[in-house]
């Protein structure tokens, strides 16, 4: 278990939890460990969906300015592919993901949030990729991630003014997904993690590698990857015993095993 990160696992649902007071500001230590239990989570066969989360009062504020500030072209250049290196980790966990946004997702923040297949934000969050007030540009996935999410416009719009949005706002151009109320947000985003326990793991994974590699490509080369992903899980004992089960007892049914 990391010092600044750790993985907690009940009821099927990992929580990659950032504990590093005040602000969860991403340091190289954190960077580490973040990817670190981003592999572990991975891995486990007992863990079926993940929650990132920040803590009751805040997400993460951002990198951490004294370890960069001083840095050269060179050390940069090395320390930005791990920055990168461990929020693509939270990308690549082949399972179901949400982020628990409460208080502040800026920059590195914010592109962790981005990292996850969806976000839930307390209704005094506030986002925002804040780097063009410090001379510099997004370097954990922001200039990629936030167009993809809301369109080149908005995303152009924020990191040229750096400009934090609200809860509101961030539902209404869908960089965040559902806003709850402050004390509730983590227990919701741990509901939704909660259904995929038991569910169909193959299929999962084949869902979110299919969406993810077609958003990279044009579309007929997006749907032969489709179609590659759903004959491949004609392999697996899950399809057998779904299809079964649909046949003789109805919809959702099933019991699968991940095989």
């Given at each position: 278990m990391g010092e600044l990160v750790r993985l907690e696992v009940s009821?099927?649902?990992?929580?990659?939890r950032l504990d590093r007071p005040k602000m969860n500001a991403i340091s190289a230590q954190l960077q580490t460990e973040l990817a670190e239990c981003a592999v572990e989570a991975s891995a486990r066969d007992d863990v079926a969906a993940v929650v990132v989360y920040g803590?009751?009062?805040?997400?993460?504020?951002g990198a951490d300015i004294k370890e960069m500030a001083d840095l050269t072209y060179p050390q940069m250049n090395v320390r930005a592919q791990q920055l990168q290196a461990s929020l693509n980790a939270v990308a690549a966990i082949p399972k179901p993901t949400v982020s628990a946004i409460t208080g502040y997702a800026l920059g590195g923040g914010c592109e962790l949030a981005m990292c996850t297949d969806v976000r839930f934000a307390a209704d005094n969050a506030k986002l925002g990729?804040?780097?063009?007030?410090?001379?510099?540009?997004?370097g954990?996935?922001?200039?990629q991630r936030l167009p993809r999410l809301v369109g080149?416009?908005?995303?152009?719009?924020?990191?040229?003014?750096?400009r934090q949005v609200d809860a509101a706002e961030a539902l209404a151009i869908g960089l965040v997904d559902r806003v709850l109320p402050a004390a509730s947000v983590y227990e919701e985003a741990v509901a939704w993690a909660r259904q995929?326990?038991?569910g169909a793991s193959l299929a999962l994974r084949a869902v979110k590698e299919a969406v993810d590699r077609g958003l990279e490509v044009d579309l007929v080369t997006?749907?032969?990857i489709e179609r590659h992903a759903f004959a491949a899980l004609f392999a697996t004992e899950d399809q057998k015993t779904g299809m079964r089960s649909f046949i003789e007892n109805g919809p959702g049914k099933a019991t699968f095993e991940g095989k």
């Open positions: 009821d099927g649902v990992g929580t990659i803590g009751e009062r805040v997400f993460a504020a990729q804040p780097e063009i007030l410090l001379g510099i540009v997004p954990a996935g922001g200039t080149p416009a908005k995303a152009k719009d924020l990191m040229f003014t750096g995929f326990v038991g997006g749907l032969e």
